[in-house]
């Protein structure tokens, strides 16, 4: 059964990097209902993504792991529901403001 | 090969004049050091407008770097896999931009699914430029995102050391696969100070191997002393992590048979007494169904490509699965698993050969012996000792025997390839090479020239189909050029076999477009000089394969065979691997 995932990606900051990122959920056909990234405030050569997503279970395991495949990404953690997106979305908003 | 053996011109010396200070270099020297220092002595590749400096940098470097030039980049980056699959290094490509690069594409695809180390260097437009649909420009790195490992785009000189270093490093380490370096024309005209160059040696966020956890192997051995009726797949993970000497001392141990996917011949001697046979939609019958009576199932190595399992939800239900699998993400990707090792193959084989108990299964191997008998009746002996027309699998029955199974047979894709991996005795690892989870049609005769590159002393033969074959011909100008000794066979039933077959079995015998009307292929090869000859009758078979294997030089042979023959056993679409057919079903 679908249902929301809260997922965090921390990832060098390449160009390109969140074209990969959405490159991987795009070939799974997982819906991404929102996503923000962002520079790390201390060092631009980081970076994080939050995606909110609505997939299944099975899906969202598989999808991490080939997340963390890519060569820029350092881990991915994915988390039920979207309670955290917006904790985790506004922290970093936070964080840059 | 004494034209290759003697380097191309010129023979200049690579300390060669200039006027720019000594302690200065381009970007495009940058990089031919860098591949110096990576051990690369071979390149294929095809210039162009964007990447013309780095051709000019080459020119100077002749005595240190081999540069074949192919016919069309596609046979690049096959060469370059060949010449990868044969000796374990990564193939380097050379190509320009625009279409240069998109015509990697086919063959990245084809690293990628089956983990073949290739770096890849393309030219690209003046950096001021990018964006702005210039001649020859396409976006490369977004292109080849979905088919490469890893890619970058470097804009400035001293920016290519760190990129070419990181190539290397992730093209040849975990799982292996293709990488490009795309570098605009400016970096590589750019003056730099020479530097030392130093290899990659880890990534932050990079982590190639697993740290092997003692808990799941010592939970695999377990599993597997207490089975009744354990069975080994093994895949080209053993090939890749050079475990084959683990996995036979394994299997000797603990009496368990192997079966190898299409990409794992060779990882296991086909004259073991404990090898069972080839396993997939054409593989053998007792590998077949026996998948669906073990207990135990240990995958080393295999990803459980839909080829292997056919219908998931019919497949090996009963037993419990051990996945010893470097790659994460293809542990419970296919097929749920009891046990999974996510550690190297080599690696972990070499702990589980001190915590399994020694053992034998010698009635469980009897019964593949049995089932693969029914199949020697059924199949085999008629393939073998046919009456009519030259079937596919005495060709290939004969080049095995003439070989001693010691050859490196490439195939490209079709029947033709299904015959030999049935049928062609492997007994080294790194001898077959073929195009597995892309089936790319054309991949075998460029596959075949860097193939015998890496290894030129050893025999190699491409075995092709007429429809493969027209769709890289192009790359005997190649082998003419270079003089490149392959043996070249065509096994010709002017159709596309495998799709006819399919469309003879499944869509009432409707023909559509897979009729193939050839040339003569012999006086197309003759054409670049290659000897060539056509066999139809079979009493001239042995006699061709014979003067073939005896000659020095390039040589073509074309062998007509049964224009409507079909491949057996046959796992059909959406059956379970219990399903498997041994002869055409009678509706």
């Not at chain 2, 490509?93 to 260097?121: E, K, R």
């Not at chain 2, 049995?370 to 080049?399: A, C, D, Q, S």
């Not at chain 2, 003569?520 to 000897?531: H, N, S, W």
Request: net charge negative.
């Amino acid at each position: 059964m679908k249902q929301d995932f809260t997922l965090e990606i921390h990832s060098d900051n390449n160009f390109s990097v969140l074209n990969r990122i959405v490159n991987i959920l795009n070939r799974r056909r997982v819906r991404i209902k929102k996503l923000i990234a962002h520079e790390d405030e201390g060092d631009f050569r980081r970076g994080v993504a939050v995606v909110l997503l609505f997939t299944t279970a099975d899906m969202i395991e598989k999808v991490k792991h080939q997340l963390e495949k890519l060569i820029e990404v350092e881990h991915a953690v994915y988390y039920e529901g979207s309670e955290l997106y917006c904790e985790l979305s506004s922290k970093h908003t936070e964080e840059i403001a | 090969m004494d034209v290759l053996l003697t380097k191309s011109k010129p023979t200049v010396d690579t300390e060669k004049s200039s006027n720019q200070p000594t302690n200065q270099i381009s970007g495009s020297e940058v990089l031919l050091r860098c591949l110096v220092e990576e051990g690369v002595d071979t390149i294929f590749g095809y210039p162009g407008g964007a990447i013309m400096p780095v051709y000019d940098a080459l020119y100077h470097y002749a005595d240190k770097l081999t540069h074949i030039l192919v016919r069309h980049e596609q046979g690049a980056i096959h060469a370059a896999q060949g010449f990868a699959r044969v000796t374990g290094k990564a193939g380097v490509v050379f190509a320009t931009s625009g279409p240069g690069a998109t015509n990697l594409v086919t063959g990245l695809a084809d690293a990628l699914i089956d983990s073949t180390p290739v770096v890849c260097i393309t030219g690209q437009v003046f950096a001021h430029l990018l964006g702005t649909d210039a001649f020859q420009e396409t976006d490369v790195v977004n292109t080849t995102i979905p088919v490469t490992k890893w890619n970058i785009q470097v804009t400035e000189a001293k920016d290519i050391a760190n990129a070419v270093a990181k190539a290397f490093y992730i093209a040849n380490s975990g799982r292996p696969g293709p990488v490009l370096v795309d570098i605009t024309k400016n970096a590589q005209n750019e003056m730099i100070a020479e530097a030392d160059y130093h290899k990659c040696e880890s990534i932050r966020t990079y982590k190639p191997t697993p740290v092997l956890q003692l808990s799941q192997v010592e939970a695999a051995a377990q599993l597997i002393n207490n089975a009744k009726r354990p069975y080994i797949l093994a895949g080209q993970g053993i090939l890749l992590s050079g475990a084959t000497e683990e996995l036979k001392a394994f299997s000797e141990k603990t009496g368990i048979p192997v079966a190898c996917t299409l990409l794992g011949l060779g990882g296991f001697p086909s004259d073991h007494p404990n090898y069972v046979g080839y396993l997939g939609m054409h593989g053998n019958y007792g590998p077949n169904l026996n998948t669906n009576e073990c207990d135990v199932l240990i995958a080393i190595g295999m990803r459980f490509d839909d080829r292997v399992t056919g219908n998931v939800s019919k497949y090996a239900k009963q037993a419990k699965i051990i996945h010893i699998e470097i790659d994460k993400a293809e542990i419970n990707k296919i097929v749920k698993t009891e046990v999974a090792v996510n550690a190297d193959a080599k690696e972990a084989l070499q702990i589980l050969l001190e915590k399994c108990s020694k053992n034998r299964h010698q009635a469980w191997i009897d019964s593949f012996t049995r089932l693969n008998n029914i199949e020697y009746e059924k199949v085999i002996v008629k393939e073998f000792n046919p009456t009519g027309e030259l079937t596919m699998g005495e060709v290939i029955n004969h080049l095995s025997n003439f070989t001693k199974g010691e050859a490196i047979v490439i195939t490209d894709v079709g029947q033709h390839q299904m015959v030999t991996s049935r049928y062609y005795k492997y007994k080294n690892p790194r001898t077959n090479v073929t195009s597995g989870g892309a089936g790319t049609m054309g991949f075998a005769l460029p596959a075949a020239i860097g193939a015998k590159l890496g290894v030129p002393d050893k025999e190699v033969l491409a075995v092709i189909g007429d429809g493969g074959y027209q769709m890289t011909v192009q790359e005997l100008g190649t082998i003419m050029q270079y003089q490149i000794p392959v043996k070249i066979v065509v096994l010709n039933n002017n159709f596309l076999g495998m799709v006819r077959q399919w469309q003879q079995l499944f869509h009432g015998k409707r023909y559509s477009f897979t009729e193939m009307q050839n040339p003569d292929f012999v006086k197309l090869a003759e054409a670049y000089g290659i000897p060539a000859r056509k066999v139809e009758a079979r009493e001239d078979l042995q006699g061709a394969i014979k003067e073939m294997l005896a000659s020095k030089t390039p040589y073509f042979l074309e062998v007509v065979v049964g224009k409507e023959d079909n491949v057996f056993p046959m796992v059909p679409a959406g059956a379970g691997v219990s399903d498997v057919l041994l002869e055409e079903p009678k509706d």
